[in-house]
């Protein structure tokens, strides 16, 4: 429900400490890449996680998802997109693809959901906590 697609997409190598054994991507470290993809996306939009500290929240993730298509090796090019999902409920949602720069090939998809909690209290809250609704709307 955006006027326009909120999305960015960040550029990474692929470094030797994030492969196995066998020089392939492991898979734990895509969701480092989706990590790395929604702070370029908070800095392009200017609700970095920083932000949301400072009106006295915190974003924890509690889901997250990773399909693995093609395998990305050390040295790869690799290229994150991230979108922002609305949600009518109180969450964060973006979604992933993860190309190899070099073949174009898709090599990974994902999502994560994030929630909102008061870091005083670490309380979660089931509500847009104002700053952030006045950002959203600022889309609309």
């Not at 429900?1 to 994030?18: G, P, Q, T, W």
């Not at 895509?30 to 996306?41: M, N, P, T, V």
Request: glycine share 4%; proline share 1%; with cysteine.
């Amino acid at each position: 429900m955006f006027k326009e697609e909120l999305k960015a997409a960040v550029n990474i190598k692929i470094r030797f400490s994030e492969t196995d054994a066998m020089g392939v991507v492991w898979h734990g470290n895509y969701l480092k890449f989706f990590e790395d993809a929604r702070e370029y996306f908070g800095e392009k939009y200017k609700m970095s996680y920083l932000d949301v500290y400072k009106n006295g929240f915190f974003t924890p993730l509690v889901k997250t998802e990773v399909n693995h298509k093609s395998t990305l090796d050390y040295g790869d090019n690799v290229r994150i997109e991230t979108n922002l999902e609305f949600s009518k409920s109180a969450k964060i949602i973006h979604t992933y693809k993860v190309y190899n720069e070099e073949t174009k090939a898709l090599c990974a998809t994902g999502k994560t959901i994030q929630v909102f909690m008061n870091a005083k209290t670490k309380e979660m809250v089931l509500y847009y906590p104002e700053f952030y609704k006045e950002w959203l709307e600022s889309f609309k």
